[in-house]
């Protein structure tokens, strides 16, 4: 079997699996990164070619990075060859990074600076139901019920539904546009049709940088979504749904980041 087969047999695995497009094309680019390198056949490649490539390319780069990697080669050699040639390598610890959070004064400067009501209206809705930038561009106007003030998010990260509030505060703009967008399948499209993440990724970053404000990223706003909510006192499973994390420890990460809830914490001695 030569390279380009082994990875159309990989892509192709995935696919069955219902994996998502990123992690179709994440797992494939890793696999031929190691192939590439190594210069062997798929059939040939071993536990300590794995461990060169990490040791020559990856070990400047996060934790994160080779965990990853690592899977991409698991999954591609159990489902291929029925076999692990990574079961042997010791993962790195995850590093523990706390997210970029803004506060409620930070997101409204950001807005501020949003050119158009429309990306103003875009980015107001990431931030208000927490969206991943991917959710945001997926979003139909069939998805939408007004009456009944919920949205749905479809197939989202591990292909999994769920419901939105629709936030009062912007609920006739978002009436406007799905009127602009009459006979259209999206809520938001550009000249080309529909918005790519890199689209947005540009507005934010760009009102970002006319804020004064550094490392923002349509996830920040996300984060900032879930950090707010836990500083209004919003319990944290009802977070979870919200943000759509399967595991309740994915979420757990805000409450080691809301500053303001740290900041309502006395100490003993003021109480002496």
């Given at each position: 079997?030569?390279?380009d087969e082994f990875l159309k047999k990989i892509e192709v695995e995935l696919k069955i699996s219902k994996n998502s497009s990123h992690t179709i094309r994440n797992y494939v680019k890793s696999n031929k990164k190691l192939l590439n390198f190594i210069n062997k056949s798929p059939d040939k490649i071993t536990t300590e070619d794995v461990k060169l490539f990490i040791a020559e390319n990856l070990t400047d780069k996060a934790a994160m990075s080779i965990?990853?990697?690592?899977?991409?080669?698991?999954?591609?050699?159990?489902?291929?060859?029925?076999?692990?040639?990574?079961?042997?390598?010791?993962?790195?610890?995850?590093?523990?990074?706390?997210?970029?959070?803004?506060?409620?004064?930070?997101?409204?400067?950001?807005?501020?600076?949003?050119?158009?009501?429309?990306?103003?209206?875009?980015?107001?809705?990431?931030?208000?139901?927490?969206?991943?930038?991917?959710?945001?561009?997926?979003?139909?106007?069939?998805?939408?019920?007004?009456?009944?003030?919920?949205?749905?998010?479809?197939?989202?990260?591990?292909?999994?539904?769920?419901?939105?509030?629709?936030?009062?505060?912007?609920?006739?703009?978002?009436?406007?546009?799905?009127?602009?967008?009459?006979?259209?399948?999206?809520?938001?499209?550009?000249?080309?049709?529909?918005?790519?993440?890199?689209?947005?990724?540009?507005?934010?970053?760009?009102?970002?940088?006319?804020?004064?404000?550094?490392?923002?990223?349509?996830?920040?706003?996300?984060?900032?979504?879930?950090?707010?909510?836990?500083?209004?006192?919003?319990?944290?499973?009802?977070?979870?749904?919200?943000?759509?994390?399967?595991?309740?420890?994915?979420?757990?990460?805000?409450?080691?980041?809301?500053?303001?809830?740290?900041?309502?914490?006395?100490?003993?001695?003021?109480?002496?």
């Open positions: 079997m030569n390279s965990i990853l990697f690592l899977s991409a080669i698991k999954y591609a050699y159990l489902s291929i060859f029925n076999n692990d040639i990574t079961a042997s390598i010791k993962r790195p610890k995850k590093e523990q990074q706390l997210p970029t959070i803004l506060s409620k004064d930070e997101i409204k400067k950001l807005l501020e600076e949003l050119k158009t009501e429309k990306s103003k209206l875009i980015v107001s809705l990431m931030y208000a139901c927490g969206f991943r930038v991917s959710e945001l561009v997926n979003l139909k106007i069939a998805n939408l019920n007004f009456p009944e003030k919920i949205g749905y998010i479809r197939q989202a990260k591990g292909n999994k539904d769920r419901i939105f509030n629709i936030p009062e505060f912007l609920t006739d703009e978002l009436q406007y546009q799905t009127e602009k967008q009459k006979g259209k399948e999206y809520l938001f499209t550009g000249r080309n049709g529909k918005l790519s993440t890199r689209n947005i990724q540009k507005i934010v970053s760009s009102a970002a940088n006319r804020a004064g404000l550094k490392g923002v990223h349509c996830h920040t706003l996300r984060h900032s979504f879930a950090t707010h909510l836990l500083e209004s006192g919003i319990d944290i499973r009802h977070i979870q749904e919200l943000l759509g994390h399967a595991d309740l420890s994915t979420t757990q990460i805000y409450t080691h980041v809301s500053t303001e809830q740290i900041k309502k914490i006395k100490s003993p001695i003021d109480n002496l």
